[in-house]
């Protein structure tokens, strides 16, 4: 798919998108993409991220360390439109500087610098991201900065925008018209 094009929307899936992203707004273009399967659609409109009992409306978590979590998975994998939607619509109010949003796509050193809770939710997304274990250095952060509870929330979101990022990828998802693109690595 060089050349990205939408799917003919079926009725059902047309149905799902206005229920997920109320008119006169557009859903994202991964939306508009995965419509060309209704049951996919549905099942991940109503699964374990956009339903009302999904870990994006939880209230577990903060917006910050969420955000963070799936910018740094979205950023690590180069997903750029699911990157540039986030901190369109949802980075503007969790508190994350321009400065530590970038950091999350180039490494560098932010202002202000990562907590110790920032780097332990770095941590685990990037051992996501890196299908790999935590190194020990990590596991002592990430026990010493979040509960139980949260660590396994972080680790759910991770997977969960890993998964995301490959799609976008895989799609070859643009950036969505008026979203950040990624900044140079």
């Known amino acids: 798919m060089s050349d990205f094009t939408l799917p003919e929307l079926p009725a059902e899936s047309r149905e799902i998108l206005e229920q997920v992203v109320p008119p006169p707004y557009r859903p994202p273009l991964l939306y508009l993409a995965m419509a060309a399967n ?9 699964g374990p991220l956009l339903s009302l009992h999904g870990l994006m409306h939880t209230g577990q978590l903060e917006p910050m360390d969420r955000e963070l979590a799936i910018l740094r998975v979205t950023g690590r994998c180069r997903a750029e439109h699911e990157w540039g939607e986030h901190v369109a619509y ?11 949003v970038d950091a999350t796509v180039t490494d560098a050193e932010p202002a202000p610098t990562w907590t110790d809770r920032q780097r332990a939710i770095i941590a685990i997304a990037d051992t996501i991201v890196d299908r790999r274990p935590l190194d020990d ?10 509960t139980d509870a949260e660590r396994i929330e972080f680790l759910a979101l991770s997977s969960a925008y890993l998964g995301i990022a490959a799609l976008c990828q895989v799609l070859e998802i643009p950036a969505e018209p008026g979203a950040p693109t990624l900044p140079l690595a």
């Open 38 to 46: 209704p049951a996919v659609l549905r099942s991940y409109a109503e």
């Open 137 to 146: 250095h990590e596991a002592r952060l990430i026990d010493s900065t979040l």
């Open 90 to 100: 949802f980075g503007k109010t969790s508190g994350l500087t321009k400065s530590q």
